[in-house]
Every structure is written in structure tokens, then in C-alpha cells.
């Protein structure tokens, strides 16, 4: 127990002597000592309360200028989407795609090598080299721990060869004992990654005294390795074919990328064109997160009117960034920025008009309109309007200069010392008890003292009378 706490329990006496409640006159001199603090905390409550709401606007101004940055970009607008006229042809376009349309004809897929080896018991009695070798002739040589079939496929699944092992069965030799085959394929696809196979070391492959396991009676080559192919203009003297080692030729347009998933002599139509949805909503999302801004500080910046049920009186709440000069000034600035004419053409022109309180709407039809008649115009008037919007969000929420963050900073720094304060009285009002529980209790002793001496005198002057 601290020398405080000792301290209040040993002097807290309700009047035993003089018969005050001492606990309550304490408790009523103390509520009048604590005013300052509560006035402290109710401050440190106002204020949290509004740096709570300081940093959602500043959130929702930060997303802004995200999209705002991204929406002044000289092809912000230009988004392109990619078509095909077959379903064995699938296509996707990138950021870096632009209009166009090329002819194909898939000659064949990818495949991926299948071999299978003859049917056999196991590799023999003893582990025995095996060595893959790829058509560049890279090698790459497994030993299994043992020579059975199981302890081969562990081996050849847990080695560098880019190929995988399973074991099937195969039937039973003549005396009834069960048979197996390894199946084995190669990871990947591409003519680049088939394989040989060979018992025996590297050096054996190159002297020629390795046996080809694939070569033996019994086994075969089930699938040869393969590219894709395609043929870009077929039937023409400007066909050219190109390959692939997997089913996606990338950037077979420039930014277009093309899967392809079945043969066909029949030309397939590859189209990129425009995207107008995408691009809309560039535009539209601008003005979605201003108005988000906007929206929020109009929210918080209202009076509300509440009347009680039961005695009719009125009572008014202002919004916490009511009066705020900081945030205010940036809401300001924001509009002005999305409304400012670029090159003394209106952001109307594209779809961004203002309404009449204050918020901004899009209008979809002028914005598809305007990017059709004049794409380059259109994007000129984005890009203008987006870098103002960019600059003023950045100015109001940059995370070491924004105005709004610096008023973030400077309230959070008020709280730090509120709480300081409120620390210090919160010392200071436990000695004030102290000392009332003090002076209290000494005044019931005083009292107690006072009580035995008149007693006293009572009984000497009772026996001077007899």
C-alpha cells in the first residue's frame, strides 16, 4: 500500500466525535476542487473528437489526389479493350495497347513432352544414374537412393530436371508379378523444354555408352514438346508465323497479349479499340471522391435542431469542423480546382458540371460525346482539371506539409499536453484529500480532547459542591 492510500484510510473518521459526516463534506469540497480537471478532460474529449475528424477529410482528400495524379496523366483516357471473333483465341490489353486489328490463324498449341518408359519390376538391384538432357543440351543427372520404381520417382520430382515421374501400372510378366511403367512429362511447355533420357552419367551421354530409356522395346514418346504457332496474315505473301513455348503470345499487338487454346484454319479477327467505359470512369471517379470530400465536410459542418418530447425545449448542435478556417479553405480550394477552365474551355464540356449546392455531377452522355468528337481535346481538359485537383488535395494532405496534417499534428500536440495537465491535478487533488482527511480528523481529536477535559471539570467541580 502506497503512503497515500495509508494515509486517506487511516484518517478517513466520519465524525465519531462531533458528529459530521466528514466522507461527504471531503466529497463535496473536492467536486469543487476538480472543476478545473473536468473542464481539462471535457477539452481533451472536444478535441480528440475533432482531430477524429480532421484525419477522415484528410483521408478521403489523400484518396483523392491519388486518383486525381492519376487522372492528369497525358493518356489517362487512353484505354484501349481487345476482341477476338473466335473462342480459341482470347485476348487482354495493357495499359500500353493502342487501336488495331490483325488476322491469325492457329496453326497448333503447346504441348509438353509425355514419355513412358517399358514396363519393368524396377531400375535394377542397385540406385544407377539417369540423366535428362534438353535440346540445348543441358543435362542434368539424378541418382535415386535405391533402384526401385518408387524411390526413381522421388528422385526425378525432387531434381532440377523440369520433368515429373509417376508411377502406373503395367500389367503382370508371366509369372504373375506386377508390372510398372514411369510416366514422365515435363514441366513446361515449349520444344525448348522436351527431353532424352539416358542410364547412365552425362559423360556416358556424350560417349555414346548410355542406353535412351525412351528408345527401348516397350517404350515410346506418347507427346513430342511444341510451341504455339500462329500465322499473322495467311494465304498472303506477307504471312509470317510466330511461335511460343506456352499458349500466350505476349505482345503480339503492341500491349495485347493472345491465348490461343485450339487449332483452326480459319482466321481469327483480333480488334483493340477504345475503351469508353474505362475511360468514364477516370472522369467519373474524380468526381466521385471530391464529392466524397465535399460531402463529408458539409456534414460536419452543419446545425442540427433537436426539440425534447417532454418540455418542448430547443436545443442546437454545430458540426465538430464548424468555423474551421483549415479544412474550409482547402473544401475551397478543391472546388475551384475542378470547376476552373482549362485553356477557356469549361469542365461542363467533358461532363463535369457543378450543381447548384455546390457538389459536381457527371454527365456521362457529354463526357462520351466530347471523348468521340475530340479525344485529344477531351484528354487535354482531364489532365488539366485532374493536376489542379492533384495539386490542391496534395497541398491540404501531404503527409509532412498538407495543411490539413500540419492542423492534425498541431491539435494531437494539444492532447499531449492537456493530459500533462490533467496528470498534475490528478496529483494535486490527492494530496488536497490527504490533507482534508488530515484536518478533519485532527479536528475530531481536538474535539475529543475538548470533550475529555470538560468532562474533567465537570467532575471536579461536581465534588468542590459536596
Known sequence: MSTTSATSSSLAIDGLVSGLKTTDLINS??????????????????????????????????????????????GSLDLY????SATNVTVSASATATAGSVSVTVGQTAAAQVGVTAAMLSWGD???????????????TVTPASGS??????????????????????????????????????????????????????????????TDVLAEPGAAVV????????????????????????????DLLPGVSVTVSKASTDPTTVTVGRDSTKAQAVASGLV????????????????????????????TTAGVLLGDATTRSAVQRLTSAMSTPVDGRSPSSIGIVISKDGDFD??????????????????????GVAQAVADAATAASDKY??????????????????????????????????????????????LSKLQSQSSWLAGQLSSLSQ
Open 223 to 250: 507427346t513430342r514438346a511444341s510451341d504455339a504457332s500462329v500465322t499473322l496474315w495467311a494465304g498472303t505473301a506477307a504471312a509470317q508465323t510466330v511461335t511460343s513455348g506456352t499458349n500466350t503470345f505476349a
Open 149 to 210: 520404381l518408387d524411390d526413381t520417382v522421388t528422385a526425378i520430382n525432387g531434381s532440377a530436371a523440369g520433368v515429373t515421374a509417376t508411377k502406373v501400372a503395367a500389367g503382370t510378366d508371366a509369372d504373375g508379378t506386377k508390372l510398372y511403367r514411369l510416366q514422365l512429362t515435363s514441366t513446361t511447355t515449349g520444344a525448348a523444354n522436351g527431353f532424352t533420357l539416358h542410364r547412365g552419367t552425362a559423360a556416358d551421354v556424350t560417349a555414346g555408352t548410355a
Open 362 to 383: 457527371f454527365d456521362a452522355a457529354a463526357f462520351q460525346k466530347a471523348l468521340a468528337a475530340d479525344p485529344a481535346g477531351t484528354q487535354a481538359i482531364m489532365s
Open 401 to 446: 506539409t498538407g495543411s490539413i496534417t500540419t492542423a492534425i499534428t498541431g491539435k494531437q500536440s494539444v492532447v499531449t499536453d492537456l493530459t500533462t495537465q490533467i496528470d498534475s491535478w490528478t496529483d494535486r487533488l490527492t494530496m488536497r484529500r490527504a490533507t482534508l482527511q488530515t484536518q478533519y480528523a485532527a479536528l475530531e481529536t481536538s
Open 29 to 74: 469540497l473536492m467536486s469543487v476542487e476538480q472543476v478545473p480537471q473536468s473542464l481539462l478532460k471535457a477539452k481533451v474529449t472536444t478535441t480528440n473528437s475533432f482531430i477524429s475528424s480532421l484525419q477522415t477529410i484528410n483521408g478521403l482528400v489523400q484518396s483523392l489526389a491519388t486518383k486525381a495524379a492519376v487522372a492528369a496523366k497525358p
Open 288 to 315: 466521385d471522391a471530391l464529392n466524397a470530400v465535399t460531402s463529408y465536410y458539409a456534414s460536419n459542418t452543419g446545425v442540427t435542431s433537436t426539440t425534447s418530447p417532454t418540455n418542448g425545449t430547443t436545443s
Open 81 to 84: 479493350t481487345a476482341s477476338s
Open 126 to 140: 542397385t540406385a544407377s544414374a539417369l540423366t535428362f538432357t534438353k535440346p540445348d543440351g543441358t543435362s542434368t
